[in-house]
């Protein structure tokens, strides 16, 4: 709208409120439907009562003229209406004058004000440019002319500036006017823009290169994400919008990032989704980013052992090759991976297995069931409310070692019952077999008398490790021992069940690569297959001795020669010898993997790679 017109009339500030309400505006070549439903809708929003019942003090009308069907005149008419730029209440009415159906120019018409007080409003109004007796905007794309109507009334007519129609005696005047402020603005846009532009692919070049999270590579390439809405550095409070893409291992940008969720790839193929809130959508990708079967699935788990579990719309569960083909029906609920050449399948509420043909060479009649491990796998069968049977089976189903019968004094297994009367309850936490052992948690409810706790058995059902009273409970075996706890604090058990390191670990983890982590004094070191702290000996002073060097708050694992350890809220990588080899100034670390490690550095943003010598080995992330 025109400036002059704006701040003159209130009613036309209204509108333009009234505009942006309702997505639209006004401006000259407007459609005169568009108008007439504008005019219609402010009239009678205006008149409504509020929420408590009140009504303005002023009141609106509206009408429209028609000639040969077509509209020639939208009017709105306002009674006992406040104009601010005149201090005064006026009754007026504006007319939207069409031409050929499309508004062509506005008059406003007043009652009771003269059109020598209008004028002087427009001479003090700065923002109006007075040319020739007439008031234009700012732009000089617009123009007001006041004059006094054959009717009698004080009129501000408002048009579009068409230089042409101008009286001659200013037409040169405001079409240099025009071209001058015309050629400003268009270089000003143009300047905004390119500083957009410019902006906006700095922006996309620091939100790729803040990479939010990545994977160890597999199959040459590592999956990462970024967060697209947000600038490095910003706080995205979990709402930005991640995509996921996949780098090879010069750092390149193989697979782009346009997945919202995805997985590593195994197998040859990387499971992804463009969006996972619609159905069927989830593909298998190949390390090109091609749909490699031209088919998309409701469901589906990543590719193990050449072989992946999808979902169909509407159906079940099946199996595919790595030709896309189904080897099984989709019709199973559940399904696990393959392992050792079969599935876990369950069937109405029943499990059993598939071999790599698709064939159930187990029916489905289990209540629950293990993947194969070492050639056999656990499963259960429901007998009733009080006793559920546990048994080890073979690829072929036979019943390899029976673990529990009811009203059994001594288990078929082998393993006594541990002074456990007939007729009582037992329960077995099962496990898989594991360098020829399994750990089976023996519970015994209802409290009565006799052993609870965890015994190892071999592939024949003996018992290899008899439970003690020496400890309370047992983990897994790794490296010849078996971590294990004796009222509140750590040791290390030995192929025969007995302490190999005795229980006085605060805390501790399994053996890996010769050393095992241990907590003692709130400090963290590792020990060997001796017992003996061999890093940060710091761990056996006492709280009131004085220590030598920061404690470790937290370490890994060892992997590739190497652990993590976190110092004062900072992470570092020590070798087996404890010395460190990358100084603990990193804001987050993750073990190494082929010689590879994904860190987080103080000064640099977003995730990277480094190698064993600290060598950042993508600058293009940062």
Known sequence: MTNGLT????????????????????????????????????????NKPDTYGNKSSSYWTWDVKYN?????????????????????????????IMDKSKLAYVLTQFENISVEKITENYNTNSMNKKIGGLYFSENYEYYSKIYLSTNGLATVEWRKTVVSELPASIQSSVSSKLTTIRTETKNKQTEELNTQLIQEDAD???????????????????????????????????????????????????????????????????????????????????????NVFNKKFAAAKSFVDGFAAVRIVKGDYGFIDKTGNFISKPQYKEIGDFKEGFARVKFQDKWGYIDSTGKEIIYPQFSNARDFSEGLAMVSQFVDYSFTQYSYIDQTGKVV?????????????????????????????????????????????????????????????????????????????????????KYGVYGFLNDKGKWAITPIFEDAGNFHEGLAKVKLN??????????????????????????????????????????????????GYIDKSGNWIIKPELTLAKPFKNGIARVKFADRKGWNYIDKNGKILFTNFL
């Open 522 to 571: 709130d400090n963290w070191g590792f020990v060997d297959a001796t017992g003996n702290v061999v890093i940060n000996k710091d761990i056996l002073k006492s709280k009131t001795e004085i220590i030598l060097n920061p404690p470790y708050d937290a370490v890994s694992d060892f992997s590739d020669g190497f652990a993590v350890v976190q110092v004062r809220q900072k992470y």
């Open 7 to 46: 701040k003159f009339a209130l009613t036309i500030t209204v509108l333009i409120f009234v505009n942006q309400t309702q997505g639209q505006t006004i401006e000259v070549g407007q459609s005169a439907e568009q108008i007439k439903g504008l005019i219609e809708w402010t009239t009678k929003d205006h």
């Open 204 to 290: 996309t070049k620091e939100r790729k290169n803040t990479i939010l999270s990545c994977e160890n590579f597999s199959n040459g390439l590592a999956l990462f994400c970024y967060d697209t809405e947000h600038k490095a550095g910003e706080m995205n409070y979990s709402y930005g919008k991640k995509l996921y893409g996949y780098i090879n291992e010069k750092g390149e940008v193989l697979i782009s990032p346009k997945y919202e969720e995805a997985f590593s790839f195994n197998n040859g193929f990387a499971l992804v989704t463009t969006n996972s809130r619609y159905s069927s959508n989830w593909e298998f990708i190949n390390t090109k980013g091609e």
């Open 68 to 96: 040969n069907g077509q509209i020639t005149d939208v009017v709105q008419c306002y009674q006992k209406q406040y104009l601010l730029d005149l201090r005064t209440t006026a009754d007026y009415c504006k007319h939207y």
């Open 401 to 485: 070692i029976k673990l529990g019968e009811r009203d059994a004094p001594v288990l078929s297994s082998g393993i006594s019952n541990y002074g456990m009367s007939k007729d009582k309850k037992l329960e077995f936490a099962f496990c898989d077999f594991h360098n020829g052992m399994a750990m089976i948690g023996i519970d015994r409810t209802q409290g009565y008398i006799g052993f609870s706790g965890t015994v190892f058995i071999d592939k024949a059902g003996k018992t290899v490790i008899k439970p003690k009273d020496s400890y309370q409970s047992i983990y897994h075996y790794n490296e010849g021992f078996a971590l294990a706890q």
